[in-house]
C-alpha cells in the first residue's frame, strides 16, 4: 500500500499554464495548507500535522466594536475561519454596502460558509449600491439556478468577466444552463445543441481538453445520446495521464446501463490496475455496485446537478494547485445546488480538514451518501479527523467498522495499524499491519510501508525477530528506502550486530536526507555506541543544529560531550533536553546524569542504573 495523501482529488487534468491563475478573482482567498504526511525518521516518529487553527481567532458571542469586529473579522478570513470571518464581517459592514473590498470580503465568507442565501441578500444589496463583482454576478445566477429559473440565469451569466477563472467556468455553467432553458432531458437534440454551443469556447481553451469532453459527454447523455457520451468519456479517460475516479465511474455506470457489461468490467479492471491510496476502495465500491443492478435514466438527473458538477471540477483543479481559499466556496455553490453530490462533499471535507476544522470536516464527509463509491473514504477521512481530535476511540471503532465490513480491506487495517502504533499499543498494531498484510492479492514495492510500519510496532513491543524480518522484507521491495535503512541499521549497532554493514546502510541514509536530523543522529549514535566519541560529537553536533528542540537528539549529544571531556557543556545539553519535555522514560535518566553524570564506558553511574531500572528501558532510539 502506498502511503498517501488523504486529499481526493481529479488529477490535474489542465495545463499549469491555464489553471495558475484561477484564483485570481478580485479577492483571493488561496490559502496553501499542504497537511504533512506523518513522518517515520528512523526510530522516531516526527508527528507534524501543520495544521492552521483560525478558531479562538474570534468569538462571535462577543460584543464587537465594528472597528474590532473588522480586524478581528480579517484574522479569522486569513486563517479561514469562515464561519467566525462571516459573523464579524457582517457586522463590519453594516450597511455600507458601497465598501467594495470589505463587502468582498463579506461575500467570500459568506459563500464560504455555506450561506448562501445570506449571499445572495448580500449581493442583491451589492448590486443595488452599485459594486461590480464576478462573485456577485455568480450568486444572482446560483439565485436563479436554484429556482429553476435557467433561462433567467443563462441571461445573468453573459455578464461574467472574462478573467481566468471564469474562462474555464462559464461555458460549463452556460452549457447546463442553455440545457435547462431548452427543457432539459425533455429537449432532446434541441436541448443538446444549444448546450455544446456554449460549451465550445472550453474546447478551444487551451489546456482544457478533458474538462470539455467529460461536460460535453455528461450533457449529451443527459439529452439522450448515449453513444457519443460514452465516446467522450473514453476520449477524457484516454488523455488522462491517470484515470480519474470519477470519470471511470460514470463510463463504468453508462456501459452497464447501456448493456456493455463486458466494458464495464473492462474499464473498472483498468482503473482498479491503476488505483492507489483511496482509488482502491472506491475500486472495490465500483465492483460491488455493478452487482446492484443498472441505473435507470440519465447519469446526470438534473440540471442543477449538472452545475453542480461542473462547480466541483473547478474547485479539484484548484485544489490541485492548492488554490484552496476559492476551492471552498465552489464546493459549497456545488452543495447548494445537489446537497448529494458525493465529490463536492468530499472535497469540502478535505478542506476543512486541511484547515484544522475537524468538526466541519466530519459533517461534510458524513454528508457523502452511503451509496456513494466515495463513501468509504469519506469515512476514513472521518477517522482521520477523530485521530487529529484525539478521539481515539471513536476513531478505532469506525476503522474497525469499515475493516470488518469489507473482507478486501487494507486502508482501514492499516490505518487502524497507525492509530495502535503512534499510541503505543504496539501488539494490537501488529495484528492489524497483519491483517492489511495477509490481504494483499499482490505484494508489490509499494508495499514496503506495511512492512516497515509492521516492523516498527513488533520492535517496540519486544519481538525483534519479527520485526527485523519485516524491515528486511520492506528493503527487498524498495532497497533505499532511508527509514528503513535507518531503522534497521541503528537497532543493529544497538545490539553490536552487522556493524559494517549497519554503518554502510547509516551513510546511505544520511546520504539521501542530509535535512534529517534523526537520521544523522543515528549515524552519530552509532560512533557513540561504538566508542568513536569525537567522530559521534561531529555528526550530533549537526543533527542537533537540524533539529534543536528535540529532547533525544539533545540528550544524545550530552553523553557524547561528556565522553570527550566537554562535561559543562554536557550538563547544558541534558539541562536542555530536559526543557523539551521529553517521554516519561527518558526525563529520570536526565535528571540522574545532571546528578551523577556517565561512567568510563559512557553508561549510566550505578545509581542510574538503578533509576534506569524502575524507568523502565526507553524505546530503541532514544
Same mark, same amino acid.
Given at each position: 500500500?502506498?502511503?498517501?495523501?488523504?486529499?481526493?482529488?481529479?488529477?490535474?487534468?489542465?495545463?499549469?499554464?491555464?489553471?495558475?491563475?484561477?484564483?485570481?478573482?478580485?479577492?483571493?482567498?488561496?490559502?496553501?495548507?499542504?497537511?504533512?504526511?506523518?513522518?517515520?525518521?528512523?526510530?522516531?516518529?516526527?508527528?507534524?500535522?501543520?495544521?492552521?487553527?483560525?478558531?479562538?481567532?474570534?468569538?462571535?458571542?462577543?460584543?464587537?466594536?465594528?472597528?474590532?469586529?473588522?480586524?478581528?473579522?480579517?484574522?479569522?478570513?486569513?486563517?479561514?475561519?469562515?464561519?467566525?470571518?462571516?459573523?464579524?464581517?457582517?457586522?463590519?459592514?453594516?450597511?455600507?454596502?458601497?465598501?467594495?473590498?470589505?463587502?468582498?470580503?463579506?461575500?467570500?465568507?459568506?459563500?464560504?460558509?455555506?450561506?448562501?442565501?445570506?449571499?445572495?441578500?448580500?449581493?442583491?444589496?451589492?448590486?443595488?449600491?452599485?459594486?461590480?463583482?464576478?462573485?456577485?454576478?455568480?450568486?444572482?445566477?446560483?439565485?436563479?439556478?436554484?429556482?429553476?429559473?435557467?433561462?433567467?440565469?443563462?441571461?445573468?451569466?453573459?455578464?461574467?468577466?472574462?478573467?481566468?477563472?471564469?474562462?474555464?467556468?462559464?461555458?460549463?455553467?452556460?452549457?447546463?444552463?442553455?440545457?435547462?432553458?431548452?427543457?432539459?432531458?425533455?429537449?432532446?437534440?434541441?436541448?443538446?445543441?444549444?448546450?455544446?454551443?456554449?460549451?465550445?469556447?472550453?474546447?478551444?481553451?487551451?489546456?482544457?481538453?478533458?474538462?470539455?469532453?467529460?461536460?460535453?459527454?455528461?450533457?449529451?447523455?443527459?439529452?439522450?445520446?448515449?453513444?457519443?457520451?460514452?465516446?467522450?468519456?473514453?476520449?477524457?479517460?484516454?488523455?488522462?495521464?491517470?484515470?480519474?475516479?470519477?470519470?471511470?465511474?460514470?463510463?463504468?455506470?453508462?456501459?452497464?446501463?447501456?448493456?456493455?457489461?463486458?466494458?464495464?468490467?473492462?474499464?473498472?479492471?483498468?482503473?482498479?490496475?491503476?488505483?492507489?491510496?483511496?482509488?482502491?476502495?472506491?475500486?472495490?465500491?465500483?465492483?460491488?455496485?455493478?452487482?446492484?443492478?443498472?441505473?435507470?435514466?440519465?447519469?446526470?438527473?438534473?440540471?442543477?446537478?449538472?452545475?453542480?458538477?461542473?462547480?466541483?471540477?473547478?474547485?479539484?483543479?484548484?485544489?490541485?494547485?492548492?488554490?484552496?481559499?476559492?476551492?471552498?466556496? =465552489?464546493? $459549497?455553490?456545488?452543495?447548494?445546488? @445537489?446537497?448529494?453530490?458525493?465529490? *463536492? &462533499?468530499?472535497? #469540502? +471535507?478535505? /478542506?476543512? %480538514?486541511?484547515?484544522?476544522?475537524?468538526?466541519?470536516?466530519?459533517?461534510?464527509?458524513?454528508?457523502?451518501?452511503?451509496?456513494?463509491?466515495?463513501?468509504?473514504?469519506?469515512?476514513?477521512?472521518?477517522?482521520?479527523?477523530?485521530?487529529?481530535?484525539?478521539?481515539?476511540?471513536?476513531?478505532?471503532? =469506525?476503522? $474497525?467498522?469499515?475493516?470488518?465490513? @469489507?473482507?478486501?480491506?487494507?486502508? *482501514? &487495517?492499516?490505518? #487502524? +495499524?497507525? /492509530?495502535? %502504533?503512534?499510541?503505543?499499543?504496539?501488539?494490537?498494531?501488529?495484528?492489524?499491519?497483519?491483517?492489511?498484510?495477509?490481504?494483499?492479492?499482490?505484494?508489490?514495492?509499494?508495499?514496503?510501508?506495511?512492512?516497515?510500519?509492521?516492523?516498527?510496532?513488533?520492535?517496540?513491543?519486544?519481538?525483534?525477530?519479527?520485526?527485523?524480518?519485516?524491515?528486511?522484507?520492506?528493503?527487498?521491495?524498495?532497497?533505499?528506502?532511508?527509514?528503513?535503512?535507518?531503522?534497521?541499521?541503528?537497532?543493529?549497532?544497538?545490539?553490536?550486530?552487522?556493524?559494517?554493514?549497519?554503518?554502510?546502510?547509516?551513510?546511505?541514509?544520511?546520504?539521501?536526507?542530509?535535512?534529517?536530523?534523526?537520521?544523522?543522529?543515528?549515524?552519530?549514535?552509532?560512533?557513540?555506541?561504538?566508542?568513536?566519541?569525537?567522530?559521534?560529537?561531529?555528526?550530533?553536533?549537526?543533527?542537533?543544529?537540524?533539529?534543536?528542540?528535540?529532547?533525544?537528539?539533545?540528550?544524545?549529544?550530552?553523553?557524547?560531550?561528556?565522553?570527550?571531556?566537554?562535561?559543562?557543556?554536557?550538563?547544558?545539553?541534558?539541562?536542555?533536553?530536559?526543557?523539551?519535555?521529553?517521554?516519561?522514560?527518558?526525563?529520570?535518566?536526565?535528571?540522574?546524569?545532571?546528578?551523577?553524570?556517565?561512567?568510563?564506558?559512557?553508561?549510566?553511574?550505578?545509581?542510574?542504573?538503578?533509576?534506569?531500572?524502575?524507568?523502565?528501558?526507553?524505546?530503541?532510539?532514544?
Amino acid at each position: 500500500m502506498q502511503k498517501i495523501d488523504l486529499t481526493h482529488r481529479l488529477p490535474r487534468s489542465c495545463q499549469r499554464r491555464v489553471l495558475a491563475g484561477l484564483a485570481a478573482i478580485l479577492v483571493s482567498v488561496a490559502v496553501a495548507a499542504c497537511e504533512p504526511d506523518e513522518q517515520e525518521s528512523g526510530i522516531r516518529v516526527a508527528d507534524a500535522e501543520g495544521t492552521v487553527s483560525g478558531q479562538g481567532a474570534a468569538s462571535p458571542g462577543e460584543t464587537w466594536t465594528d472597528t474590532g469586529a473588522y480586524l478581528a473579522g480579517l484574522t479569522a478570513f486569513d486563517q479561514r475561519d469562515m464561519r467566525t470571518a462571516a459573523e464579524l464581517l457582517t457586522k463590519a459592514l453594516g450597511e455600507d454596502f458601497k465598501n467594495a473590498v470589505l463587502a468582498q470580503k463579506t461575500l467570500v465568507a459568506l459563500m464560504s460558509d455555506g450561506r448562501i442565501e445570506d449571499a445572495i441578500a448580500l449581493a442583491e444589496d451589492m448590486k443595488s449600491a452599485g459594486v461590480k463583482s464576478t462573485l456577485v454576478t455568480l450568486i444572482l445566477m446560483q439565485d436563479k439556478a436554484r429556482q429553476d429559473e435557467y433561462e433567467d440565469a443563462l441571461a445573468i451569466s453573459r455578464e461574467l468577466p472574462d478573467d481566468r477563472l471564469i474562462q474555464v467556468t462559464a461555458p460549463m455553467l452556460r452549457a447546463w444552463l442553455a440545457m435547462g432553458a431548452e427543457g432539459g432531458a425533455k429537449g432532446g437534440a434541441k436541448a443538446k445543441e444549444a448546450a455544446l454551443a456554449e460549451l465550445q469556447p472550453l474546447q478551444e481553451l487551451d489546456g482544457a481538453t478533458m474538462l470539455w469532453q467529460m461536460q460535453s459527454a455528461l450533457l449529451a447523455d443527459h439529452a439522450g445520446d448515449g453513444a457519443v457520451a460514452a465516446a467522450n468519456l473514453l476520449a477524457a479517460i484516454d488523455s488522462s495521464v491517470s484515470i480519474p475516479a470519477q470519470l471511470a465511474e460514470f463510463y463504468v455506470a453508462l456501459k452497464f446501463r447501456d448493456g456493455d457489461e463486458q466494458a464495464a468490467r473492462a474499464m473498472m479492471q483498468r482503473y482498479r490496475d491503476q488505483a492507489e491510496g483511496r482509488g482502491e476502495d472506491v475500486a472495490n465500491a465500483m465492483e460491488r455496485k455493478l452487482g446492484e443492478g443498472k441505473i435507470k435514466g440519465p447519469l446526470v438527473a438534473d440540471v442543477k446537478r449538472g452545475i453542480a458538477i461542473a462547480y466541483s471540477q473547478v474547485a479539484m483543479e484548484l485544489m490541485a494547485d492548492a488554490y484552496n481559499g476559492d476551492a471552498l466556496w =465552489l464546493t $459549497r455553490l456545488a452543495l447548494d445546488l @445537489d446537497p448529494k453530490l458525493d465529490i *463536492a &462533499a468530499l472535497a #469540502l +471535507g478535505d /478542506l476543512q %480538514r486541511q484547515a484544522g476544522h475537524l468538526d466541519q470536516a466530519v459533517v461534510a464527509y458524513n454528508q457523502v451518501p452511503e451509496s456513494s463509491v466515495f463513501r468509504r473514504p469519506a469515512q476514513l477521512s472521518v477517522a482521520e479527523c477523530y485521530r487529529r481530535q484525539e478521539k481515539f476511540d471513536e476513531a478505532g471503532e =469506525l476503522l $474497525r467498522r469499515l475493516m470488518n465490513e @469489507d473482507k478486501s480491506d487494507i486502508s *482501514a &487495517a492499516q490505518q #487502524l +495499524g497507525q /492509530l495502535l %502504533r503512534v499510541n503505543k499499543e504496539f501488539e494490537e498494531a501488529t495484528q492489524a499491519y497483519t491483517i492489511a498484510i495477509d490481504r494483499l492479492s499482490k505484494v508489490e514495492p509499494d508495499d514496503w510501508q506495511l512492512f516497515y510500519y509492521r516492523g516498527i510496532a513488533y520492535e517496540r513491543a519486544k519481538q525483534w525477530s519479527k520485526a527485523e524480518q519485516d524491515f528486511k522484507k520492506a528493503l527487498e521491495l524498495s532497497p533505499d528506502e532511508p527509514y528503513v535503512l535507518n531503522y534497521l541499521a541503528y537497532t543493529w549497532v544497538e545490539r553490536r550486530e552487522n556493524l559494517d554493514q549497519a554503518f554502510q546502510m547509516l551513510e546511505k541514509a544520511v546520504s539521501q536526507r542530509p535535512e534529517e536530523g534523526f537520521i544523522v543522529d543515528s549515524l552519530g549514535w552509532a560512533h557513540y555506541m561504538l566508542g568513536r566519541y569525537q567522530q559521534a560529537v561531529v555528526e550530533l553536533e549537526r543533527a542537533v543544529s537540524l533539529a534543536p528542540t528535540d529532547p533525544v537528539l539533545n540528550d544524545h549529544l550530552g553523553d557524547a560531550y561528556w565522553m570527550v571531556g566537554r562535561k559543562e557543556e554536557a550538563r547544558f545539553q541534558w539541562t536542555r533536553a530536559l526543557s523539551f519535555e521529553p517521554e516519561p522514560d527518558l526525563a529520570p535518566k536526565l535528571e540522574q546524569k545532571l546528578e551523577t553524570g556517565l561512567g568510563a564506558s559512557g553508561q549510566l553511574e550505578p545509581e542510574a542504573e538503578k533509576v534506569k531500572s524502575q524507568a523502565g528501558t526507553a524505546d530503541s532510539g532514544g
